[in-house]
């Protein structure tokens, strides 16, 4: 089965600490994994493609295959990154049909 | 100059209304969705359509029908509203099925049966 789990509800950390969101997939093909971003109130964005293996506002993933695992991370949080982090799987098939995780919120307190 | 639109932003209405929330993007992509989020934040997808073509009809109830007049519009029709039917539904867009893009969102439109 395609699942997409992100274990913490929600996670809080100072501003300047490290931030690690984990993202754990199940699939049994080649996987393609995404991170979306949702400020308060605002549309989900595109965060993080792991093919392209970029990094986007100080953010990075990386694929652990043997771990199943697409964890996001950033080395110094900062206020403005407190937003609704999804984690994203594209499906088998012709459809391009994304699962999503349940979203992780971050808080980062000043 | 939106992307993706949406309308209405929010949507108050009785149990038991039919409503219909609009979507269109102008992006040229082939590809769009319907993604409920619930009170919870969960992401679910609905429904996808390429090119005017239903591909996508995950388990939803009847009473929510699509409706693709071009490959620039997917709308949702909703019959017979219920309280568990309040949420936030997003449409999307993407170049094409079956390719490795992500996903333009559009900002979303907050229903609320009452």
């Known amino acids: 089965a395609q699942r997409v789990t992100q274990p913490e509800k929600l996670l809080s950390v100072f501003k300047g600490a490290p931030v690690e969101l984990k993202c754990n997939y199940s699939?049994?093909?080649?996987?393609?994994l995404f991170w979306y971003v949702q400020y308060s109130r605002q549309r989900l964005q595109l965060l993080l493609r792991?093919?392209s293996r970029e990094s986007i506002k100080g953010f990075t993933a990386d694929l652990n295959k043997g771990e199943t695992s697409f964890h996001l991370k950033k080395p110094f949080a900062q206020e403005e990154d407190s937003a609704m982090y999804y984690c994203?799987?594209?499906?088998?098939?012709?459809?391009?049909?994304?699962?999503f995780g349940t979203g992780t919120l971050l808080a980062v307190q000043p | 100059d939106t992307a993706v639109s949406q309308t209405p932003k929010y949507l108050v209405t009785q149990m038991g209304n039919d409503k219909s929330i609009k979507c269109e993007q102008n992006l040229g992509h082939d590809t769009m969705y319907w993604y409920k989020q619930d009170s919870k934040k969960f992401l679910k997808i609905m429904f996808s359509y390429n090119n005017k073509e239903l591909i996508i009809n995950e388990t939803v109830p009847n009473r929510f029908s699509p409706k693709s007049p071009d490959k620039a519009h997917l709308n949702l029709h909703i019959n017979s509203l219920e309280l568990g039917d309040s949420a936030v539904y997003f449409c999307?867009?993407?170049?094409?099925?079956?390719?490795?893009?992500?996903?333009?969102f559009g900002s979303g439109t907050r229903l609320t049966v009452v």
């Open positions: 999307a867009s993407s170049p094409a099925a079956g390719v490795l893009y992500g996903y333009t």
């Open positions: 699939y049994s093909g080649s996987p393609e």
């Open positions: 792991h093919i």
């Open positions: 994203a799987l594209r499906g088998g098939g012709a459809t391009n049909k994304l699962i």
